[in-house]
């Protein structure tokens, strides 16, 4: 959790919820949101010119899968 807080917020185009960037792999991220579950974690690729997400992966059971994609 303290990583989660720490995170710099995603700022997306469409995006509801605060979600906060994990890791960043250039095109690709890890982000995630906190939950009444805790946390839900979710990988996106960035659109084109970065203002926007798109093909996103989220993980609500699954979480050592998270960091593999």
């Known amino acids: 959790m303290t990583a989660m807080e720490a995170a710099p917020q995603l700022k997306a185009s ?3 919820g ?4 994990l890791a960043d792999f250039g095109g690709t991220m890890l982000a995630g949101a ?3 579950y805790g946390v839900q974690f ?3 690729d960035w659109d084109y010119d ?3 997400v798109v093909h996103g ?3 609500m059971e699954n979480y050592d899968a998270a960091p593999t994609l």
């Open 14 to 16: 469409g995006l509801d």
């Open 18 to 21: 605060d979600y906060r960037i």
């Open 34 to 36: 906190s939950s009444k």
């Open 42 to 44: 979710v990988t996106w």
């Open 50 to 52: 970065r203002t926007g």
């Open 57 to 59: 992966h989220y993980f």
